[in-house]
């Protein structure tokens, strides 16, 4: 399995709603990462966790929460999110966070989220 | 501040000629850079990297420069095909960690 799923592919939420987004890898990869892009901006980055341990947080708003239960699995918890946080959140998983010979990024196919 | 550039917004190309992607980047720190390709509605899926202590690196139709003391690399795709058409990121990280991606360059290979 070479695949990094992210669920739901679409979700449309008030600004005082909580949903989660949900990432899924079976590739033994030991880190994995949340990106936010934007229309016509490059994917940004968001968390990153090693070992299922939280290692880099771009000084994201607490408004978005990540949670890491297992190797495999990578949520975002979503609450008081406001219009300009719609966006393409796009998970990603690696085999590592250092050493740079075999670190390749493996992307899901992102979450289009749409706060009105 | 963008530390990884992409200047061209689109490119067109004949289908069969070279396709030269740009990118440049202002961090001298960076050692590790990727280029990924990317469809509309998926996930940018990667096609080839190359490290600090090399200069050019190929696979197949897809071969990237890199140029340390200006900053860049390039990407060139020969012959390029209608299928490459998409938007192309390049990225960089310092041994790997936090890659930075640059705005893209959405290719056009005309039949």
């Known amino acids: 399995d070479t695949e990094v799923t992210q669920t739901p592919k679409h979700l449309v939420m008030g600004m005082t709603n909580k949903k989660s987004l949900k990432c899924e890898q079976h590739m033994g990869h030991r880190a994995m990462y949340w990106y936010k892009q934007k229309a016509k901006k490059p994917p940004e980055l968001m968390f990153v966790y090693s070992y299922e341990k939280l290692s880099i947080n771009e000084s994201v708003p607490s408004r978005f929460s990540p949670e890491c239960p297992n190797s495999s699995l990578l949520n975002l918890h979503l609450h008081a999110l406001q219009p300009e946080d719609s966006a393409l959140y796009l998970c990603?998983?690696?085999?590592?966070?250092?050493?740079?010979?075999?670190?390749?990024?493996?992307f899901g196919a992102g979450s289009r989220l749409t706060v009105l | 501040d963008q530390q990884v550039k992409q200047n061209s917004p689109s490119l067109s190309v004949q289908e069969g000629r070279i396709s030269i992607l740009n990118c440049d980047y202002t961090?001298?720190?960076?050692?590790?850079f990727l280029w990924y390709k990317k469809y509309p509605a998926e996930g940018p899926t990667f096609l080839i990297s190359i490290s600090s202590i090399k200069d050019k690196n190929e696979d197949g139709r897809f071969t990237v420069f890199l140029n340390k003391s200006a900053k860049h690399l390039s990407l060139h795709i020969v012959p390029s095909q209608p299928g490459d058409s998409a938007v192309y990121f390049c990225a960089a990280s310092v041994a790997g960690n936090q890659f930075y991606f640059g705005t893209g360059t959405s290719l056009t290979v005309i039949p």
């Open positions: 990603a998983s690696s085999q590592a966070v250092t050493g740079y010979g075999a670190n390749v990024l493996t």
């Open positions: 961090n001298s720190m960076f050692d590790y």
